[in-house]
């Protein structure tokens, strides 16, 4: 007891878990101090984050950091990152956070925070139209094709236990897999279904069935209360004033769900 009041004294406040309570709340401080926000961003996601034809990045999410860091009043730095090191890459402090097409689910949460969602994107499986497939049984047998450590790639784990499953690093390599017939089906996004067809348009692939539709959030070390409050008041002004509706549309062509837009604060 005496060690502690000791503690308070000497200005260590409240022991060792107000301490952690502290240094957490100064997560917001201390990037506005440097200057600068360091954002991952999982690169080769057709629509949300790719390099376009300057080798530069672009894409929707690319926009929402470029914006998110604006309002804050920071420079960005840009953390250019594999889908499987989306996770990763805030648990070890490689970035300050990840807007990177991620879904927010229960395990994922577990190890990360997440914002209230600034978009949302439906998951489904794709193929050619000779292709018949209606649901997960379907698929028994057939090679599916996936990016590693995404949320289809858990789904088709689960729920098509005897399909054959390929799983590949990025969005990219998917897509050359599924133009060049190393799978016969794929389980993603829209985004990635079109740009297979954009490069193959002989035999088309189609939705065959829709798996879900998942929230997006931004991604945060556990416990920084104050950057969180910060980042989902941003979003819901940005949603309310149509500007992620905006940056969406640019390059989705279309508009963000319901769901996501008309979320209550």
Known sequence: MKLIQALRVAG?????????????????A????NG???????????????????MEPEGSD?????????????????????????????????ADLTVSSLSITPERAKVVDFTVPYASLQTIVAAPKDV??????????????VTRATVNDADVTKNAKDANIRRFEDDATLVTAGVSGQVQAVSSQWPIVAEINKKQT???????????E??????????????????????LENLKNGKLNDIYKKYHGNELSEKVVNQKG
């Open 12 to 28: 260590f406040g409240l022991g060792l878990m107000g301490f952690c309570a502290v240094s957490h709340a100064d997560a917001l």
């Open 30 to 33: 201390k990037i506005k101090e």
């Open 36 to 54: 600068t926000i360091r954002v991952a961003v999982a690169m080769g996601v057709p629509m949300f984050s790719y390099a376009n034809a300057n």
């Open 62 to 94: 690319v926009d929402t950091a470029k914006l998110l860091a604006q309002d804050l009043g920071v420079k960005l730095d840009l953390v250019q990152i594999t889908n499987a090191a989306r996770v990763p890459a805030i648990q070890t402090g490689k």
């Open 132 to 145: 018949q497939i209606k649901d997960y049984a379907d698929l028994k047998g057939l090679r599916l094709g």
């Open 202 to 212: 002989k035999n088309p692939f189609e939705t065959k069935f829709v798996q879900h």
């Open 214 to 235: 998942f929230m997006l959030g931004i991604a945060m070390p556990k416990n920084n209360p104050e950057l969180k409050a910060w980042l989902d008041k941003w979003i």
